[in-house]
């Protein structure tokens, strides 16, 4: 295959909500994108088909390669193959329950994989022209030391996952001050939108409002809803991301959008969008949340299954529709500090 001579960026998770929006806006930018994905028996390129060409076109500008993090030898092979200017390392196993169940993989992708990607450019002697970004999270913060979090809040990582993003963000600074290398962590917050994965909050609300609307299903069951989340918009951080690799020098950046919105603020608006009121009845796991309109039970509150998880000016907000929340402004992007209290200028 013959790709234009352009700048070159290497994506791994590029089948995930980021990588897919990510991929987006570099083609956006007149980019050649490359992305990593895993062999799957299933399709997993949902997020991405939109942006895929046969390999056999002319200009072609977005190929996808088959990798893991696990594997050494193949992400040096992709790297050699691609010469990629830039490299975001965005894949993870990312669920944080999950990562108590697979401790060990979770470590050996999320932490040593992040290893395998700089020993890569390390080894290929790419370290003066490759800029790496490294997808790190709030979830470093873990039992947080204070609120809100800054530059300067020290890291309590509290579930492997979060252990494993640990490793990888020391690892990154390690290699920029040892090696040279243009490598720089963001550390994000809470970023949503309509392709984001199932699972995950948001998505159970939205999807719950829409199959409750179509009367499909009649109860949403939540953990607390006053648990409160700093959530913007991922094709906002995207953008962040590549902002932080065109920065002369790397450094490590908190992005968030410094507003922190309830579940049950998610919940109220996401029914307002189709017309739906509610109105909240009880306390505790006894509160629930009703459709003035008709009167079902459209939440509950089960404490028990909560778990908590802990600023460029924005393009979207919360209010302009869920699943297309949006970043506030001013200090979305934000160096970072080094965890332990020291103050960054």
């Known amino acids: 295959m013959e790709l234009m001579a352009k700048r070159v960026a290497l994506i791994t998770g590029v089948t995930g909500q980021d990588g897919a929006y990510l991929a987006e806006f570099l083609l956006n930018k007149g980019y050649v994108v490359h992305g990593l994905k895993r062999r799957s028996s299933s399709f997993n390129t949902g997020r991405v088909d939109h942006l895929y060409q046969d390999p056999h076109e002319q200009d072609l500008r977005f190929a996808m390669h088959y990798g893991d993090l696990t594997d050494a030898t193949n992400l040096i092979r992709i790297v050699q193959e691609t010469q990629p200017d830039e490299i975001y390392n965005l894949a993870a196993q990312s669920h944080v329950q999950v990562s108590f169940e697979t401790p060990e993989y979770t470590a050996n992708a999320d932490g040593l994989g992040t290893l395998r990607l700089l020993e890569a450019i390390r080894i290929l002697n790419m370290e003066r022209r490759v800029r790496f970004y490294q997808a790190s999270t709030s979830e470093l913060y873990g039992k947080v030391q204070q609120v809100p979090q ?179 402004p001013q200090g979305f992007i934000r160096r970072a500090g080094c965890g332990n209290g020291a103050s960054r200028s």
Not at 187 to 208: C, D, M, Q, S, Y
Not at 291 to 318: E, I, K, Q, V, W
């Open 150 to 328: 800054s530059e300067t809040t020290p890291f309590y990582p509290r579930s492997p996952y979060a252990a494993a993003k640990l490793y990888a963000y020391w690892i990154v600074v390690n290699y920029r001050e040892a090696y040279g290398i243009h490598a720089s962590n963001g550390i994000l917050f809470n970023h949503e939108g309509p392709t984001r994965g199932e699972t995950f909050v948001t998505r159970k609300i939205t999807r719950a409002v829409a199959a409750i609307e179509l009367s499909l299903q009649d109860t949403l069951f939540l953990g607390n809803l006053d648990a409160k989340r700093d959530w913007g918009h991922a094709r906002d951080y995207v953008e962040g991301m590549w902002l932080i690799t065109q920065q002369p020098d790397p450094d490590d950046y908190v992005l968030a959008t410094g507003e922190t919105r309830s579940v049950r603020e998610f919940v109220e608006e996401a029914f307002a969008q189709v017309g739906k009121a509610i109105i909240w009845r009880g306390s505790g796991v006894d509160e629930k949340g009703l459709d003035t309109r008709s009167g079902p039970y459209t939440g509950r509150d089960r404490s028990a299954l909560f778990s908590p998880h802990r600023g460029r000016s924005p393009d979207r907000r919360l209010n302009e529709g869920t699943g297309k929340t949006r970043l506030a």
